[in-house]
């Protein structure tokens, strides 16, 4: 990553061991939420009841969250630790709560578990976690960093967060690839993804615009960044809704509808100020998001019991 040289880095503390704290705080764990969420929405849109499976369940789970999820967030912090010096000087890695080589080694051991628990998921697990661990290096790190782009980036994110857990969550019960409404759901939520994804980074302008990442409140400004994002979370909501409608699912459709309204309302509030409302929004309008997925899966479920 090239930092402009006139950046004043803040001195780091010569600390030769990681503080405990600090590398769980490197996971962070209220990122775990969105993959746990979607790994069960996988398992509830399934159709098949876990049975014995249950212990599959637990390690989908944590694989999801505290595994791939945290992996990726060290890996990131790790990448951004000059941008995270300017927008987030707290953060364990610029703050010197952990050293950067000790950040990097817990990344790779952390890879490193996330495939050997995804060997117990079957191939599909496999493989789901193959492409997920390649996803958070290739997202970060260079000479690839994808998060450079406002597009690729967050449409990166959004996959690996959403659609991917979801997959993985109804193939390991399925134990076979998920049926179509499953695969289509569970894509669609994680392009809407993207948008959500965009939130996150107007949180970081400053840091962004200073080291060269061009994300989309960088490259289009806050105010049509945030418009953008709601299309990109609207649509494919509108999307499922008519296929619930197709599938017959009048219900669950209204109940999507209901929610994506709710959105639309949060949505005018979030744009009035898009950087100063975003963590607003994301505790009410992304709530309502995710609450449509686990709606959604519900009804995919009953799709696939009654055939």
């Not at 061991?17 to 790994?39: N, Q």
């Not at 999820?69 to 927008?87: K, L």
């Not at 979801?166 to 019960?173: D, I, K, P, Q, R």
Request: aromatic residues 10%; positive net charge.
């Amino acid at each position: 990553m090239t930092v402009s040289p006139d950046l004043h880095l803040p001195d780091i503390p010569n600390r030769r061991w990681p503080s405990p704290r600090g590398m769980l705080k490197l996971t962070k764990p209220v990122t775990w939420f969105p993959p746990m969420w979607a790994y069960l929405c996988g398992i509830v849109s399934a159709g098949v009841t876990p049975g014995d499976r249950w212990l599959l369940v637990v390690l989908g789970v944590v694989l999801a969250g505290p595994v791939v999820c945290g992996m990726s967030q060290i890996v990131n912090d790790w990448a951004d630790r000059h941008v995270d010096a300017i927008n987030e000087p707290d953060r364990p890695i610029p703050s010197g709560l952990v050293p950067p080589f000790w950040a990097l080694a817990f990344a790779i051991v952390l890879s490193g578990v996330a495939l050997w628990v995804g060997s117990f998921l079957g191939p599909w697990g496999l493989g789901a976690t193959v492409v997920a661990v390649v996803a958070a290096w290739l997202y970060s790190v260079n000479p690839f960093r994808l998060k450079r782009s406002g597009w690729w980036g967050p449409g990166l994110v959004g996959l690996s967060y959403e659609s991917l857990p979801w997959f993985t969550g109804a193939a390991v019960l399925s134990v076979g690839a998920p049926s179509f409404p499953v695969v289509i759901v569970a894509l669609l939520y994680g392009i809407g993804a993207h948008g959500i994804m965009t939130i996150n980074d107007f949180k970081a302008l400053e840091g962004d615009r200073a080291t060269g990442i061009r994300s989309l409140p960088v490259v289009v400004g806050p105010e049509v960044a945030a418009r953008i994002a709601c299309i990109v979370m609207a649509l494919p909501q509108t999307i499922i809704i008519t296929l619930l409608l197709v599938w017959g699912r009048p219900i669950f459709a209204a109940i999507v509808l209901v929610s994506l309204i709710a959105q639309f309302a949060a949505m005018r509030v979030w744009t009035r100020d898009p950087a100063g409302n975003a963590p607003w929004y994301n505790a009410t309008g992304v709530t309502l998001y995710v609450l449509g997925m686990m709606i959604s899966a519900i009804a995919i479920r009953s799709l696939e019991i009654g055939g």
